[in-house]
């Protein structure tokens, strides 16, 4: 259809305007966190609070008070989420993924990228973006909880500080040892 009423466009519109401000305040007071797309589980909070959003605005049988309340739920749920995962241990590893490492020092792991269901391809697309030309320059590549791939090129390792939780990279895997 393209047209109903008039009074479904004001509506749209008086609804849609109250559920903006609602939107902006309840991200403002729930903090960045809110929307941080750490983990796959954070992707899942900003998309539904997108769709409570769209229902809000374009679904009369939805109130702007319920609306109001379910986006304040999720931000609420988010931070408590968040809390909890920050502070411990059990709680993280039941909401986010584990980082796998599918390349050390040049040397492709297959059996991890069977398992994560990661293409040859997709690795050496993830080196080619980070810069290297070649798969030895590069001491570790990272599926991260969120999907992405990290790529650590060995000029820049350092001392692998950064690749402490991340099973099978720490300094006691690397080669020669500690």
Request: a neutral charge; aromatic letters at 6%; zero cysteines.
């Amino acid at each position: 259809m393209w047209f109903d009423s008039w009074s479904d466009l004001v509506r749209v519109l008086a609804v849609g305007a109250s559920a903006y401000v609602t939107v902006v305040l309840v991200l403002r007071f729930s903090g960045k966190r809110t929307l941080a797309k750490l983990n796959a589980f954070d992707l899942v909070v900003t998309v539904a609070l997108g769709s409570t959003l769209a229902t809000v605005l374009l679904s009369s049988d939805v109130s702007w008070s319920e609306g109001a309340v379910a986006l304040a739920l999720l931000a609420a749920l988010q931070f408590a989420v968040a809390w909890t995962t920050s502070r411990l241990p059990r709680g993280r590893s039941a909401v986010t993924a584990r980082p796998t490492l599918l390349l050390s020092h040049g040397v492709v792991d297959e059996a991890a990228l069977r398992d994560q269901r990661v293409t040859l391809s997709d690795l050496r697309q993830a080196v080619r973006a980070s810069g290297s030309g070649d798969l030895a320059g590069v001491a570790a590549v990272v599926l991260e909880g969120d999907g992405t791939l990290s790529v650590v090129p060995a000029s820049k390792l350092g001392d692998g500080s950064a690749l402490t939780d991340v099973p099978g990279a720490g300094p006691d895997d690397r080669p020669g040892g500690p």
